[in-house]
């Protein structure tokens, strides 16, 4: 690719003899070269930085990509802005400078920091229990659900987990910006990643694509949020492309002439309507769809996919409050809670409880009898699936943690059930239940 241009120029300036060879040794060229003789930015600087940094060499690139040299920063790295530049660096006659450090208002900015969290808690009023679940959600990387009918604030509260999220570490942030990097240019540092597709996306769009497979959404949210909205709305291969990396938190693109493989250790947040019109189960307006309608639309999201989602929860008009009411929580100290339940679960298991495979479920999220012949009841009531009652596990081991409490009690059990409400989506027995359609019927069309 055209990343090979300086490279290829410095190569044959050495071979006709107008650049001394001794120079040019060991250092690393990236750069698309113009016909003025102006050197070009090319994708993927931050992971080709990094790698020469681990090999201790030198490297030169276009003054172009100096935000993303100046957040890995170090004496390694030199900025040209044209092929003159480098020809007179690597002949003595001047030297290249070193990349300026990082603006603190990009490099630096964290939750706690004004403006990098300008989406807040206070301004939700009501909705104590999407609330509760986004607090959970955040603090065991739990995967969410929001239900209800159109106006009630799912896109709202959905748009406030990442500023829950706890602060990104330098490696979490330069594997962030290094994806950032290969899909065209760093535009946030230590920000968690907020991706909000639109429901016409692709596949390819989603989970990344192309003849140089390229990363995407899911890619570009690693180790932040990405945000579906009127989720039964993406088309079933797009929505099922997502099982796969929901629970490895990886992607491998395989095309022709290439394998790829690519971080995905987002966090979901979906939101959907429960019918089609939207008002089924709504108190102040009445539902104009049928029983079959309703199931239809709720079986395109697949059961498969909501297995891999651990909290499902219902946000109805009855959950808003006044506009007058001023006691709802800030976003500050419920990313504290967060935090400190973040550090329990990593000291503990060291990876957050969503992530927690079969041996760590058996270890660290084990009942008491109560709870057991709670969960058991609840599965046969609602008919969970054996990775539907491993979610249920996670999220009481998460609401125990939030509490600091080594030992889960009966009451997170009932608890992390309460948040996993598959009982409201109709494709899982609702609407049978508000219809008055037999069950077996129902348990027909399911099949």
Do not use: W
């Amino acid at each position: 690719g055209s990343g090979f241009d300086l490279a290829i120029a410095v190569a044959i300036l050495v071979a006709s003899g107008q650049v001394r060879a001794a120079r040019a040794a060991g250092v690393e060229f990236m750069g698309e070269l113009a016909f003025s003789g102006a050197l070009r930015r090319v994708p993927g600087l931050i992971p080709a930085l990094l790698r020469a940094r681990q090999a201790g060499r030198l490297t030169i690139v276009p003054t172009t990509g100096t935000v993303e040299a100046s957040l890995l920063g170090g004496d390694r790295i030199r900025l040209a802005g044209e092929l003159r530049d480098v020809v007179n660096h690597l002949n003595g006659t001047a030297e290249l400078p070193a990349p300026p450090a990082a603006e603190p208002g990009f490099a630096g900015a964290g939750p706690e920091q004004p403006g990098a969290a300008a989406e807040d808690l206070a301004d939700v009023r009501g909705h104590a229990g999407a609330r509760r679940a986004l607090e959970v959600a955040a603090a065991g990387g739990h995967h969410l659900l929001l239900v209800g009918p159109p106006g009630t604030g799912k896109t709202m509260l959905a748009r406030r987990l990442a500023g829950l999220l706890p602060e990104l570490t330098e490696s979490e942030a330069l594997e962030s910006a290094a994806i950032q990097s290969l899909a065209g240019g760093v535009l946030e540092f230590r920000r968690r990643p907020f991706r909000a597709p639109h429901h016409t996306a692709s596949a390819a769009a989603l989970v990344g694509g192309g003849g140089n497979p390229r990363p995407g959404e899911i890619s570009l949210a690693h180790r932040g949020v990405l945000f579906l909205d009127e989720l039964p709305e993406f088309s079933r291969p797009v929505l099922e492309a997502l099982r796969e990396p929901l629970g490895t938190g990886q992607i491998t693109i395989a095309r022709a002439l290439r394998t790829v493989e690519y971080p995905a250790e987002f966090q979901l947040v979906a939101a959907m309507n429960p019918c089609p019109c939207g008002y089924a189960g709504d108190r102040e307006q009445e539902c104009r769809c049928t029983p079959d309608q309703i199931r239809r639309y709720q079986l395109k999201v697949s059961g498969p996919l909501l297995d891999r989602v651990d909290l499902v929860v219902s946000v109805n008009r009855g959950g808003m409050a006044s506009a007058g009411d001023a006691r709802s929580e800030p976003s500050a100290p419920v990313r504290a809670r967060v935090a400190g339940a973040v550090e329990r679960q990593f000291r503990r298991s060291g990876c957050l409880n969503g992530r927690l495979p079969a041996p760590g479920l058996r270890t660290h999220c084990a009942f008491d009898a109560g709870g057991e012949a709670l969960l058991e009841a609840a599965s046969g009531r609602f008919a969970l699936s054996a990775r539907a009652q491993d979610g249920i596990r996670r999220v009481a081991r998460t609401l125990a943690d939030l509490g600091g409490c080594d030992v889960i009690r009966t009451a997170h059990v009932a608890e992390a059930i309460s948040l996993r409400a598959d009982r409201q989506l109709g494709s899982r027995g609702l609407s049978r239940r508000e219809s008055g359609e037999p069950a077996q019927a129902g348990n027909r069309a399911q099949g």
